[in-house]
């Protein structure tokens, strides 16, 4: 299906000699030297002489989006005239990472502007290194939606990305005395280069009021609903261009502000003060993201940012409709919609609203559409993620949409009181109302009884989804659930973040086939015990390992040793679930037994952490507290540092990701079975050679499924093991009293050696575990010691290690974010690529 043509190679040369290179879309050297002096002196108002870091950043970024747009205006023109059907992916997180490189990449021309660069005496990396990237996620699924953006654009499908421009992404994570301290991120500060305001693209969003119930002159029952607030949402779109390809597609953020036509009579009477406070409320919508993984219980803002954003684009996807091929009829043959978790399920609602109310559909048609129209991804299992809105909040902020819901209930109850005689505990179960406690709108329930297709996001969540959280859906219409395991761009994560692995692997799958195909790494599989490739193997990992080492030691001042301590990571939000807690165990396991045995022989190791906590989320950055405690003890030991040491990079976010990635020989994933939805952490490391610790919990089976038992370090209790455990009544104690070394580990936290003899820091961290240890860290204890050790043991056997490193990477072709689209795109959305050539 693919018609583009190797961008590296060939692309500057489409261009044909004859013809003389337009500055803004020239592909060769000369066109880009020549358009980086003018966009410095046109755009930034700068000679060279006098141009600030941030003027030369700016003036790269132009130059590259120039080119982007050229391939956009064509890929929308075609996708216009084509009557291309569309996936709209709804999403309240989108957490990009830099865009400079990535689009150098994915255009081709990295080389060749790197080039374009030296002639012009510029320094390329600290051009790349000014950029600040738009924070607009927590983590896995925000990271989630911008892979699959640059996947969508890649295969070659029509997609729309619509989410929140958030003013304040994710707060920039500071360490302080040893505790994560938050800082606003302001990263629109300097101006976005990347977007393009749309300001004759925005909607009225509606919030409060009441309803009025009528007949029109037809007889047909009518609703109008008249709203207290309304606020104006602003497209501000950025182009995503796929590697290789013409295809250009289009994220559009929102942004919140006070209508144009402000109303001064309507609202507040002539009071200005009132308006101008109006006016602050509207723009507040937009301002911050929620810095939580799951939902925080209630926040009012919260939900009318989900509603905003979702309205908005709403009614963006009927204008596009109506504009080109038309009758609301169509319009779930024009698009498919699908919902990243639960935080856009208030679209099911809305559609219904405007099919009805505005554009005077009756019900069964508007369900038929919409009920064609949306997909649902769960992303997770654990019950406090799972989200719901108190009825009474729905009846103040979204009347007409609760009336909507209560419809849409009533309807579906129905058909589980038909099919189910007499089970009214099924049918409160499956209730899209939980009437325990106060009232409360379940939206995963709406998500499924609006979607025609759920999935989850690895093999075991999806099956567990069936037979727990979805159950009663599943028995009812299993032929509605699906899985799609998640996947990661190879483009970010191999080629923009390790271009020496990049390079080498180049060698082995051909011309950068394998970038857009990433099954072709299995060329490498046959060279796995390859010495000579073992050596360069090697020494790629190392270089990556020396480019961490130098910049953690200017950030933060740890020093390590990249040439014999192995780089051993966890990288990810610190959550108890994943179990940070686990990993450092295991540190003052190794700690005390090298000060029992300062001769003890062993393999000197790095244990690198990055993350952040919730700001509210009191444990997690404990944990933080308690790393960066253990790491001052033992990085000042004389007598252990030059074996162990600990290192705790602060404010992990996509860029900081990229520098972690390639450097790791060994990967922590050890959250408890069963509670990883999939993790995209995980392949992202074994992408990049890193062997992998961890439990048979999300896509680690997965990818130990690809890799083979034998490159995969496994330990700890199965799913199945853990909820017979719990079933049981699981006691920690036990535990701790049952194993002397765990007990003297344990008790080493709170005896003050790492609190500056503080007993009490660190006691609800211990007590926790102690009394009720909810993640089983006790239980998996021991089991996670002797894998480390045999861990060690092979990393002394260095060919053993690279080959095991060489099959990683040569078997991770399933865990391309490409195969994932690919995988929505034919069984779940039915839609073709529409391939756009350079
Ligand atoms: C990939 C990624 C994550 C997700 O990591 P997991 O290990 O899957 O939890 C979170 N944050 C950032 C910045 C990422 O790049």
New binding site residues.
Partial sequence: MNTAVAPETEAPTEVPAATPEHTRTGMSKASLKQAYIDNLFYIQGRFREVATPHDLYMAAAFTVRDRMLDRWVKSAQVYKTSHARTVCYLSAEY?L?PHLANNLVNLGISEVARRAGEELDLDFEAILEEEEEPGL????L???AACYMDSLATVQIPAIGYGIRYEFGIFDQDIQNGWQVERSDTWLRNGNPWEIPRPKISFPVRYGGHTEHSRDQAGRSRVRWVADMVVSGVAFDTPVLGYGVGNVNLLRLWKAEAPESFDFQVFNVGDYYGAVHAKIEAETISKVLYPNDEPEAGKELRLKQQYFFVSCSIQDMIRLHLNTVGPLETFHEKFVAQLNDTHPAIAVAELMRLLMDDHAMPWDAAWDITRNTFCYTNHTLLPEALETWSVALFERLLPRHLEIIYEINRRFLDTVRVRYLGDEARVARMSLIDETGGRRIRMAHLAVVGSRAVNGVAALHSELIKTTILKDFYEMSPERFHNVTNG?TPRR?IVVSNPRLAELITEFCGHDRWIRDLDCLRDLEEHAEDPALQARWREVKTAAKQDLALWLSQHGGVVLDPQTMMFDIQ???MHEY?RQHLNVLHIIRVYQRLKQNPNLGMVPRAFIFG?KAAPGYYMAKLMIKLINSVAEVINNDPQVNGFIRVAFMAD???K???RL?PAADLSE?ISLAGK?A???????FSMNGALTVGTLD?ANIEIRDEVGAENFFLFGMTAEEVRRKQAEGYRPWDYYHGDDELRSDIDLVTSGLFSHGDTNLFRPLADHLINQDPFMVLADYRAYLNCQDRISEVYDRPAEWDRMSILNVARMGKFSSDRSIRDYAERIWGIEPKPIGI
């Fill in positions: 957490l990472g996620g927590n983590g896995g925000g990271r989630l990661v994560f990288a990810k939000r994943k993350g992990f976010n996509v900081n990701g990229q990635y994933q990883e999939s993790g995209t952490g995980n392949m992202k999300g």
